[in-house]
């Protein structure tokens, strides 16, 4: 075998066994997650928490944020049906989870759809959230600060257009952001990871974004030191739901329900066999390569590389993708 070829199964292994750890962490922590979101996600977001092992909690009153928010474990904020009378309680939810200690992720639906819906959520990505998880127009509107071409919820951008974007937000913000596609996008503003699973079908069903945020928010619940990790592996387990959950369904009304299933039925086995993530290099520094590799062709040399678990493995289609867009 390739010393690549053998650094990447290497790799891939490592992922695959972090995600299957962080979610039998969950399933036996339990983790309290408490959900701020809109009214068409609820049930789905709700059952995703519950069938993976964690514990939802739909509170969304600001009466109730002093009380109950100090003791959850995660919070998330979907600004889906925003309204200006919810956002005072997603305001206070950040405030206290923050001063609790607690992470908080965003998914900030339709960023770029209006002014009040910007304002609200650069806002709120300004009350320094953990993880923000959106589409790629999302997270180019707020990258951006501004108001931009959309399709109501849905993205006008593929995630590959929104990595520059994403990489900025990280940056600005201090958050994780991950960007939802073909493939998901997930970075810290410097090191950047792809991962591959899912199926289209799953676009077709409401509210599976909103879902994979909350699950999301249950895998920093239970690693919040390594939250790029764990955003990473919430986005794999759950495409792998889908994966398997597809295998069985004959349209999305029975893929929503044999998604739920799947993840609930979700074993090692599974996981190992299915996961599917890479890295995204932008530039390569010699010194940094493991042993006996080298530099991609199509990947300029430069200050920083975006590398983990110490590989520096990029696919081919990848390396294709960054030859194309220079």
Partial sequence: MEPSNLNEEQDQNSWALNAWTLLSK???????????????????????????????????????????????????INVGTLSPAWLPAMREAALVANKAGKPWILDPVAAGASRFRLKACLELVGLNPSVIRGNGSEIIALS???LGATK????????????????????????IVAVSGAVDIITDGHRVVGAHNGVSMMQKITATGCAVTALIAAFIAVDPMHALEATASALSIFGIAGEMGMDMAKGPASLRMHLIDSLYNLDQAAV?????????????????LLPGMVCPPSIPRGKGMLSSLSATIVHKELIKFMENIR
């Fill in 144 to 146: 951006k600060a501004s």
């Fill in 152 to 175: 109501g919820v849905d993205s006008s951008h593929e995630s590959m257009d929104a990595m520059e974007a994403a990489k900025s937000l990280a940056q600005s913000s201090g958050a």
């Fill in 272 to 288: 190992s066999s299915r996961l599917k993530k890479n890295e995204l290099l932008s530039s390569c520094v010699d010194s940094e």
């Fill in 26 to 76: 969950l399933r036996d922590q339990s983790p309290l997650i408490q959900c701020i979101t809109n009214f068409v996600s609820m049930d789905l977001m709700a059952n995703t928490l519950l069938s993976a092992g964690a514990s939802p909690a739909m509170i969304h009153s600001i009466e109730e944020i002093q009380d109950f928010t100090p003791h959850i474990h995660a919070l998330c």
